[in-house]
Every structure is written in structure tokens, then in C-alpha cells.
């Protein structure tokens, strides 16, 4: 019978050093200098056979070293491979999201089911570029980490909390419009931005309620329209507000709106009542949400990155069902198309309220209103995602459908140094492409 140690010398005499003449061979092959007798080839394959002498004399000890040499070297390839992306090894989601797209995709991911927009009047954009957005996360991470409402669940996360931050403090507005406070995270993000503006909030449910329960903020400076003095925005006598605010130019008051109303209704309103500067929080992408948005507004053939196939055997269709495995928010061509192939809306509907109310529309409507929508717009800009799922965690939104993040994937060192890493991952679960318009009458 042959014994492990007679299979072990027979394995290693394979290897024994080559022929003077192949190793030359060898050593031209890759342009190394074959002149010299003691070649790095050489030393190392005689010294494989020292060993192999040594093993044979030794016995039964070799079996072992080598089988704990194998356990080493496949424990090492292990620790490595996960050093590499810089992942917690917790996360199984996102380790099996890895495997399926591969490290490649995962970076260049994001857009590649399509980034629809809504054209501007004219072309503008916004004067902030991407290191603007870099600093500010830089200074916006340490206020974030001092709110008053830690877990915001059903608000506000990060990633929108720093747009409307950043937008708030770059525009310097003389006073700032909340439609729907909540527990009052929003107004606190518009009180770091600009600390003595006055704030006006409008919500059925006043902030000071939810004090009662756990963590809230009420604002000394705001003026509430909530509980039993609630005034929707559409039917606010504006001009009373802004007479006792002293604005006489509605182009220098802030108007954000986060209160789930069908956003094609709300810039009627706001255009009627002169102002300028919205922010809208979901900015829902098409076939989610429950209220009309610009995103959805906006995702027409013309535009690049818009309209859908509702084939169901398109590429599209494949795509989406794929990636509905992994990312939350991700909808499948089942769901985003309706009776009659319609997509526009949600499945052809156009939601307001909370989905409380759900119209019908067609796809000339909605049409329509894109043109509309284009004929008020002097600029449009969604804010992009702060940083890469690889670094986020983040599971909800599909990076298919959105803009290259701030922090793009891979660029661990740079999350840290901005002081990311130090939030809890569940702040960044709630993109939904918040967006500001400038707006102005056709
Ligand atoms: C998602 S929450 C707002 C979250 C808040 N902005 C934050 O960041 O924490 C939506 C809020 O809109 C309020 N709301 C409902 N209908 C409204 C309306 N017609 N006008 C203003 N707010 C409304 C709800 O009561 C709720 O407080």
C-alpha cells in the first residue's frame, strides 16, 4: 500500500529542478538574465528539495505542518477578500448584493436603469458644485450628530437633512415655510442652517404633541399653524404672513414641503403665492410613493434616462425584477405598469394626500403636465445620494435610479474623514431624491 509519505516524495519529485537548457528557456521567456548559474529559480528549487529530504526523514510530523499550512493560507484569503471593500462582515444582504452585481457593478451602478429630470426654462443650474456639497457634509455631520430627535423614524434621515440644510444656508433666506412638521426634525435642519430667521410650520398635528410621548423640538421662532389653528398651504392667506414677517419679496422666502401632497398641486399653489425656492423632500421615483412627484412628472421619452418599457420580457423588465431582490424601493414592471402599459403616476394614478385620494390619468394628462412643469422651471437639481450603499449600507433606495452619490463607493478613507462612519447606518435608509426648484410664471 502507498503511504501519504510515499504519495508526498512522488509529488515533489515532479517538481525537480528543470534541465539547465529549460530553465534558460524559462528565464528568456520573461526577459530575465539567464547568465547566471545562481538564478532565483535555481536556489529556490533546490532548496525544495533540501526540505522534501528533511520531510522524509522526519516521519509523521510533515502531514501535519502541511495540513496547517493549508488551514492558514485559506483563512488569510478570507480576512483579505473582506479587507478589500471595506464591509462589515454582519451585513449578509449586502455581502450576498456583492456577490450578485460583483464589486465592478456595484460601482458603476448608479443610473443604470435611468436618472430622469425636468428641464429648466433656460438651461440654469445651480451655482453649488460638488466640493461645495464635500465641505459641507464636512460641517453639517457634527450638527446632525447633536438633534434633538436621534431615531426620526417616518422623517426625515441624513441625506435629506444635509440637502435642506445645505440649500437653506446657501440661499439665506429672509424666512423660511415648513408644510408638515412632524415630531419637528425639519424645523430643527432649517434652525442650524439659519439661526435668527423666522419659520413658519404648518401641520395638523402640532410638534409639542409628540413632547408628551419621547423626543420632539418646538422652535422659539417659528409660528405655528398646527393642531386646531391648521392652514393647509393652498388656502393660507399669504399675504397676511408675509405683512406681519415684513417680506416684502417673496423671492428671498424658502418654501419646504414635506407633507406628501401631489407636488404638481402644491408648485400651482406656491407659483399663485409668488414664491420662488422650493424644496420638495420625496421627490418619489416612478411607480413608488404616495403622492404625485416631479420625478415621476418628468420621466418622459424625451427626456434621457426617461420612460419605461412595460414589455415583460424587455431587458427592462429582467433588470428590474433582478434588482427588486436587493434594494427595497426597487419596482418590478408588474408594478409599475398599469392596465393600458400605463406607468405614468403610479401605475397610471395620480396619488395625493397620502394616497388618500388616487385619480386616474392618462398618459396626454400626463404629458401635460410635464410640459407644464418645464414651462415654470428656471432650475431643477435632486439632491444625489451623500454616499455609496458599499459604505452606507443603505438597502432602500435602487441605485439604478439614482445620481452618482457625493461620496461615491470605494472611498472608505474620505467617508471617515467626513465623520459618515460614525452615524448609525440606519440614517441613511431614507433617500427619496429630495429636489429644489426655482420657479417662475410662464
Ligand atoms: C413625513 S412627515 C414630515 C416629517 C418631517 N418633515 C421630518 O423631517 O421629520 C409628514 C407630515 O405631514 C403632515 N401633513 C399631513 N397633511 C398635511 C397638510 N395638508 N399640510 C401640511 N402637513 C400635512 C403630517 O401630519 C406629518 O406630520
New binding site residues.
Given amino acids: 500500500m502507498t503511504t501519504a509519505k510515499q504519495m508526498l516524495e512522488r509529488a515533489l519529485s515532479i517538481r525537480r529542478p528543470p534541465h539547465a537548457s529549460e530553465d534558460a528557456g524559462a528565464a528568456e521567456d520573461e526577459g530575465g538574465d539567464e547568465t547566471g548559474d545562481e538564478s532565483k529559480t535555481r536556489k529556490h528549487i533546490s532548496m525544495a528539495v533540501r526540505i522534501t529530504n528533511y520531510l522524509t526523514r522526519t516521519g509523521y510530523l510533515w502531514p501535519i505542518l502541511v495540513i496547517g499550512l493549508i488551514i492558514v493560507i485559506i483563512s488569510s484569503v478570507i480576512i483579505s477578500s473582506r479587507d478589500l471593500v471595506c464591509i462589515s462582515a454582519s451585513s449578509s444582504d449586502h455581502i450576498s448584493r456583492l456577490r450578485f452585481f460583483g464589486f465592478d457593478e456595484l460601482e458603476s451602478d448608479f443610473g443604470s436603469l435611468g436618472v430622469p429630470w425636468c428641464r429648466s426654462k433656460h438651461g440654469k443650474d445651480v451655482e453649488w458644485t460638488s466640493k461645495d456639497l464635500l465641505r459641507g457634509l464636512e460641517e453639517f455631520v457634527p450638527i446632525y450628530e447633536t438633534r434633538p430627535?436621534q431615531n426620526?423614524m417616518?422623517?426625515?434621515g441624513f441625506d435629506h437633512s444635509f440637502g435642506l440644510w445645505f440649500i437653506t444656508r446657501w440661499l439665506k433666506p429672509d424666512l423660511m415655510i415648513?408644510?408638515?412638521?412632524?415630531?419637528?426634525?425639519?424645523t430643527w435642519?432649517l434652525r442650524q442652517a439659519m439661526p435668527d430667521i423666522p419659520i413658519v410650520s404648518?401641520?395638523?398635528?402640532h410638534p409639542e404633541k409628540y413632547l408628551k410621548k419621547g423626543p420632539a423640538y418646538v422652535d422659539g421662532n417659528c409660528t405655528y399653524f398646527a393642531g386646531k389653528d391648521f392652514v393647509?398651504?393652498g388656502s393660507m392667506d399669504w399675504g397676511r404672513v408675509m405683512r406681519k414677517h415684513g417680506i416684502k419679496d417673496r423671492s428671498r422666502v424658502l418654501v419646504f414641503f414635506?407633507?406628501?401632497?401631489n407636488e404638481l398641486k402644491r408648485l400651482k399653489q406656491a407659483l399663485k403665492a409668488g414664491f420662488k425656492h422650493l424644496v420638495f423632500?420625496d421627490n418619489y421615483d416612478t411607480g413608488t410613493g404616495d403622492h404625485y412627484s416631479f420625478r415621476q412628472i418628468c420621466d418622459q421619452f424625451y427626456i434621457r434616462g426617461g420612460g419605461h418599457s412595460c414589455f415583460k420580457d424587455s431587458d427592462e423588465a429582467r433588470i428590474r425584477h433582478r434588482r427588486r431582490k436587493f434594494w427595497e424601493k426597487a419596482v418590478d414592471i408588474e408594478e409599475l405598469c398599469g392596465p393600458g402599459e400605463a406607468w405614468w403616476g403610479v401605475r397610471g394614478h395620480m396619488r395625493d394626500?397620502?394616497n388618500h385620494s388616487n385619480k386616474a390619468i392618462t398618459y396626454a394628462e400626463h404629458f401635460q403636465n410635464s410640459r407644464f412643469v418645464e414651462s415654470v422651471l428656471d432650475v431643477y437639481w435632486e439632491l444625489p445620494p451623500v454616499a455609496g450603499p458599499s459604505l452606507t449600507h443603505q438597502t432602500r433606495y435602487d441605485p439604478a435610479r439614482a445620481p452618482t452619490p457625493i461620496v461615491e463607493d470605494g472611498r472608505y478613507g474620505l467617508f471617515r474623514r467626513l465623520g459618515l462612519s460614525r452615524l448609525d447606518n440606519s440614517v441613511f435608509n431614507g433617500y427619496t431624491q429630495m429636489v429644489y426648484l426655482q420657479v417662475s410664471k410662464p
Avoid: C
Fill in positions: 430627535i426620526n417616518y422623517g426625515m415648513e408644510s408638515g412638521a412632524f415630531k419637528g426634525h425639519s435642519v404648518l401641520s395638523p398635528r393647509d398651504f414635506d407633507d406628501h401632497q423632500e394626500d397620502f
